[in-house]
C-alpha cells in the first residue's frame, strides 16, 4: 500500500511504525472473513481493512471525523486479523497510534469521558476497585439489569492457600514471579494461589512482588498511554531486584491479557533511554502458565496418573490474547486433556467472545451479541465447566451463564489435589 503521510506525524516514531505498516498491507481482505466485528455488522469500516484505510487517510491529513471514531472504538482489538493477514501486517500498533490520533482531534461527549476517565483511573488501583466490587455485590439485585450484569458475583475458591514456603527447611531452588494484576486478586483470588501449588508440585516457588499492579495494559487500550507507559516503568521496577540478581527464571501471566501486554514492553518502551533495556528483558522472560506447564509436562504427567480417573466434560475458551496476542494455541488443551478431562468442541474458536478489556462496558450491545454466541458454541457440547485463560472472559462469560466459567488451571489444582496420600 502506498503512502504519503502528512507533516505533523511522517517524521516521529510513530509515523515511521505506521507507515512500515501500512506498506506491508496488500489490501486482499482475507482478514475480514474472521473480523467479529465485520460478521456482526457486515460493514467495510469496521472489518480490519475498512479500519486501516480510515487510519491511512488520517495519518494523510484528511478531516477525522466522530464516525472515524466510531469504526476504531468498535474494534475489540482481538487480532484474529492478524492470524489470518498473508502479510503479516501488525494491524494492533496501527490501531493503536490511529486511536491517538483520534483522540487528539475528535472530543467526546461529557458522559463518554467521564465513563472512560473513570474506567482508567478506578480500575487499576485496587484500593478504589475492591470496595466499587463489595459494593456491588451487595447492591446487585437493586441494580438495572445491563449494570448487574457487570458486577460479578462471589468467585468461589478463594479461600485455599498458597503454599507457605517461608516454614519449608528447604526451600525450592526454581523461582518464579506472578502478576496478581489489577481486578484478578479481586474477582479470581484462587487462580494464582492454584498456579502456586501447582508449581510447587512441580519444584517451583511461584511469589508476588508486593506494589505489583496493573500491567499498564488497561489504560494503554483507552488511549491514555502515556499513563500506562508509567504503569509499565512501576511494574519493571518491582519486579527488576529479582531479575538483577538472577534468583528469578520466569514471570508467570496467569491472565493472558496481562501477558500479550507485557510481551510488548520491549517494544513499546524501546525509545525510552532509562528503561529499554530492562523493558526487553521483562518481555523475555514473561511466560504464560501454559508455557511453564507445559515445559513441565513430564513431571506433571507422571503425578497426574496416580490421581483417580475423571470423566468431566469441559470446554475450553482460548482468549484472544492467548492465541492471537501470544500464539499459545494447542497447549491448554493439551494440559487439560492430560489431566483426564474430556474436552468437548467448540466452533469458532478463532472468534472473540465480546470481552476486550473495557470493550463490554463501553460497546455493550455488540459484546453481548458476541458473547452469547460464544457461550452457544461452548454449550454445544454439554460440558459442565467452561474454563479460560483471562479474567475478562472469565467474568463477562459467568455474567451470561449458568455453567461456572473458571481459570484451567483450577482444574489442574483439582486433580493434583485429588491425589490420594500416602
Request: with cysteine.
Amino acid at each position: 500500500m502506498q503512502t504519503n503521510l502528512a507533516d505533523f506525524i511522517k517524521d516521529t516514531p510513530e509515523g515511521r511504525e505506521a507507515d512500515a505498516i501500512l506498506r506491508t498491507c496488500v489490501h486482499c481482505g482475507f482478514c475480514t472473513a474472521t473480523c467479529p466485528t465485520y460478521q456482526l455488522l457486515g460493514d467495510e469500516l469496521d472489518g480490519p481493512r475498512g479500519r486501516i484505510y480510515l487510519i491511512k487517510q488520517m495519518l494523510e491529513g484528511q478531516p477525522v471525523s466522530a464516525r472515524t471514531q466510531l469504526h476504531l472504538d468498535r474494534c475489540l482489538t482481538c487480532r484474529s486479523c492478524e492470524t489470518t493477514c498473508p502479510s503479516g501486517v501488525k494491524y494492533h500498533r496501527l490501531l493503536d497510534i490511529g486511536r491517538a490520533v483520534v483522540e487528539a482531534r475528535v472530543p467526546r461527549s461529557g458522559v463518554e469521558r467521564l465513563k472512560r476517565f473513570l474506567l482508567r483511573e478506578a480500575l487499576p488501583r485496587r484500593w478504589l476497585f475492591r470496595p466499587a466490587v463489595r459494593a456491588g455485590q451487595l447492591m446487585r439485585p437493586l441494580l438495572p439489569g445491563m449494570l448487574a450484569d457487570k458486577v460479578p458475583t462471589p468467585v468461589a475458591g478463594g479461600a485455599r492457600p498458597w503454599p507457605d514456603f517461608s516454614t519449608r527447611p528447604v526451600r525450592h531452588a526454581r523461582r518464579m514471579i506472578a502478576l496478581a494484576g489489577c481486578v484478578q486478586p479481586d474477582l479470581a483470588p484462587n487462580t494464582n494461589a492454584a498456579t502456586a501449588r501447582v508449581l510447587d508440585r512441580l519444584g517451583i516457588e511461584l511469589f508476588e512482588t508486593p506494589g505489583a499492579g496493573c500491567c499498564g495494559a488497561l489504560r494503554f487500550h483507552l488511549n491514555a498511554q502515556e499513563a500506562a507507559l508509567d504503569d509499565m516503568r512501576r511494574l519493571i521496577d518491582c519486579w527488576w531486584p529479582h531479575i538483577e540478581d538472577g534468583s528469578v527464571e520466569a514471570l508467570v501471566m496467569t491472565a493472558s491479557g496481562c501477558g500479550a501486554h507485557v510481551r510488548e514492553y520491549g517494544e513499546l518502551l524501546r525509545h525510552d533511554p532509562a528503561y529499554a533495556e530492562k523493558a526487553a528483558r521483562v518481555s523475555a522472560l514473561t511466560r504464560d502458565v501454559a508455557e511453564v506447564l507445559a515445559a513441565e509436562r513430564a513431571r506433571l504427567v507422571e503425578l497426574l496418573r496416580a490421581a483417580p480417573a475423571t470423566a468431566q466434560k469441559v470446554a475450553f475458551h482460548s482468549p484472544c490474547t492467548l492465541q492471537h496476542g501470544q500464539k499459545i494455541r494447542g497447549v491448554v488443551e493439551a494440559l487439560l486433556a492430560a489431566a483426564g478431562c474430556e474436552l468437548t468442541p467448540v466452533a469458532d474458536p478463532h472468534l472473540c467472545c465480546g470481552s476486550a478489556g473495557t470493550y463490554s462496558i463501553l460497546q455493550p450491545e455488540l459484546s453481548r451479541q458476541l458473547r452469547d454466541n460464544k457461550l452457544a458454541a461452548l454449550g454445544a457440547g454439554a460440558p459442565t465447566v467452561f474454563v479460560t485463560a483471562n479474567i475478562g472472559c472469565q467474568t463477562h462469560l459467568q455474567s451470561g451463564s449458568a455453567t461456572p466459567v473458571r481459570h484451567w488451571i483450577e482444574l489442574i489444582d483439582e486433580r493434583l489435589a485429588a491425589i490420594p496420600v500416602r
